[in-house]
């Protein structure tokens, strides 16, 4: 039982800090530094939207005032099925390439007809609810000057304001896991709320796909291009406040790294050229949750006073989970923040297994 207790406790800890640590010591040894250069490049925003008549006058607005050559900039905008103002919102708009289907094909359908409609050599794909910051547009660019950049992540900035930073502190250390894949060679997706790639490496996404942001990168990167992280090319958002709703959108991510395995299962095998990084920043997560069932079961069945002690501690950490989750205002004190955001992680990637074998569609986020 403790040797059981140890292993589980190795895998929970490499997945968290020691790829991070890994990778940071291989960032001191070999950096790979990559060419810029600010030179506007014909480019086309791409967004799929649906029921976003909330987000998508003030997205369209700050696309409008991007410091970005507007002779250069194409804006093209799908309403997948939307049964809002959404439609309407559109064709009010002479500037932008609008297309609207009348029922909803899904997000990877809405993302392939814009693309068929895009001129740009550089395709930028973007969220309706993102702002981005002015010259987003221009840092994204300038890594293309490298010939071996074949796709470049923008960064997520979190609103600061939320009572709740307990997710917060989760996506700084996923930041600084995608800045260190990326000085080192690749990183293992995008951020979906901005990220640019060179027109001829798309490939079709398939319908019902929910990951793109993984989808498309990878297949980029199986063509021998590195795939990087761009920390001042900024888009913001928030935290959502809804009950439940950061829940179903991490739900929603972790069904799609499940997703991905069974549409591209080239992915596991030696022909992903990021086959360790691949496993060890996406896949390894998704079996925490059994990890950590095995840890509190073997560290109470376990003899001696380490293990009584390792026991009652974790029982300590998911009772402070429990009064996170049903005393939201308790979160501003860390402990409990962060043992509820962990615990919240790792029963969304139980809930995400569960979706994915019995087949549950997913919806539109």
């Keep these: 039982m403790s040797l059981l207790f140890w292993f589980s406790v190795a895998v929970v800890a490499y997945a968290y800090f020691g790829y991070a640590i890994l990778?940071?010591?291989?960032?001191?040894?070999?950096?790979?530094?990559?060419?810029?250069?600010f030179v506007a490049r014909n480019v086309s925003i791409i967004i799929a939207a649906r029921n976003e008549e909330a987000n998508l006058r003030a997205k369209i607005e700050n696309l409008q005032q991007l410091d970005y050559p507007l002779e250069k900039l194409q804006i093209v905008i799908v309403s997948d099925g939307s049964t809002d103002q959404t439609p309407s919102i559109l064709r009010d708009q002479t500037s932008i390439t609008s297309i609207i289907f009348d029922r909803s094909h899904g997000k990877a359908s809405a993302l392939n007809e814009a693309v068929k409609q895009a001129t740009g050599d550089i395709l930028i794909f973007q969220d309706a609810r993102q702002t981005i910051e002015p010259e987003a547009i221009y840092r994204l660019v300038s890594c293309f000057a490298d010939p071996l950049v074949g796709a470049v992540s923008g960064e997520l900035i979190l609103d600061s304001s939320s009572p709740d930073q307990s997710l917060g502190i989760y996506w700084k250390i996923e930041k600084i896991i995608r800045k260190l894949e990326s000085e080192t060679g690749s990183v293992v997706g995008?951020?979906?709320?901005?990220?640019?790639?060179?027109?001829?490496?798309?490939?079709?996404?398939?319908?019902?796909?929910?990951?793109?942001?993984?989808?498309?990168?990878m297949h980029i990167a199986r063509t021998g291009k590195r795939i990087i992280f761009e920390p001042l090319a900024i888009a913001r958002d928030r935290i959502f406040s809804e009950k439940g709703k950061e829940f179903s959108r991490k739900v929603r991510t972790l069904t799609g790294n499940y997703q991905l395995m069974a549409l591209a299962p080239w992915l596991l095998s030696p022909g992903n050229p990021l086959l360790f990084r691949f496993v060890s920043h996406k896949l390894l997560r998704l079996i925490v949750p059994l990890l950590l069932i095995i840890m509190l079961v073997s560290a109470g069945l376990s003899l001696g006073t380490l293990f009584r002690v390792i026991f009652g501690l974790q029982i300590l950490f998911y009772i402070l989970s429990i009064v996170g989750a049903t005393a939201p205002s308790t979160r501003k004190f860390k402990p409990i923040g962060v043992a509820y955001t962990f615990v919240m992680l790792?029963?969304?990637?139980?809930?995400?297994?569960?979706?994915?074998?019995?087949?549950k569609k997913s919806v539109w986020l």
């Design 190 to 217: 995008v951020t979906g709320a901005i990220y640019a790639i060179r027109r001829e490496l798309y490939s079709d996404i398939p319908p019902g796909t929910i990951l793109d942001d993984v989808f498309v990168p």
């Design 23 to 37: 990778l940071w010591l291989l960032s001191r040894i070999r950096r790979r530094p990559i060419l810029r250069s």
């Design 346 to 359: 790792n029963a969304a990637a139980a809930v995400a297994f569960f979706n994915f074998v019995i087949g």
